[in-house]
């Protein structure tokens, strides 16, 4: 087992991928809580826990990830700390970078400006994303003889619960393994056929001025999974291989 892999148990040690004398960054694995909560009572591993027990020390959350998302998660050393760095995060002075494969063939660019919520609670939610690269597999989806799939990039400007997966999901672009936001025909697919039913997002960078004039900035390679669903579709990739015909 890899140190990102999604399967967890107590001998996991996690990845520090960044550290300072103010901060620590780990690549958080997918399935890894980063504390307790009462809405996934199943859970008994917190990243939280983990790297306080790993390092020696108390280390403070400076936000969040969904449970099913991996990568780039950033702790602060002391309270102090935490709350600056929690203030430029709430002032959208972080810049966030995420990767995930979704359903269908992306446009090029765009953006999705879609509040996220309901009734009175709704609050505005932004994300900005480019296509990476298109895949096409030769996999009967419903009507359709092939399947179709895209890498993109993502920067999220506002911090909304399930931003990206809600806004993928409202254009149509669902993320593959997500559950409940994804689509059912895909993640079937990907499950009965290759065995995977990890959710294919992963935050890939944050970029932010800490303390005034040192700009930080933090990569998580992408999980093992991650890379594996990658190179499959890289190695099936009819559209990639028309595309060299129509160049001929």
Known sequence: MTKNDHQLNEEIILEIIYETNDLIAINKPHGLLVHKSKIAKDAHEFALQMLRNQ??????PAHRLDRKTSGVLLFSKSKEIDSLIQKLFRDRKVDKKYHAIVRGFTPLSGIVDYAIGENERKQEALTRYSTLKHFELEIESGKF??????LVELLPETGRYHQLRKHLAHILHPIIGDRPHGCNKQN??????FNMTTMMLHARSLTFEFPE?????IIAESST???????????????????????D
């Open 55 to 60: 390092v020696g020390y108390k280390v403070f």
């Open 145 to 150: 003889q092939t399947s179709r799939y895209s």
């Open 188 to 193: 079937k697919i990907w499950k009965d056929k």
């Open 213 to 217: 004039g040192k700009i930080n900035h």
């Open 225 to 247: 999974i991650f890379q594996n669903v990658l190179q499959k579709l890289e190695r099936e990739n009819t559209f990639a291989r028309e595309k060299t015909n129509s160049a």
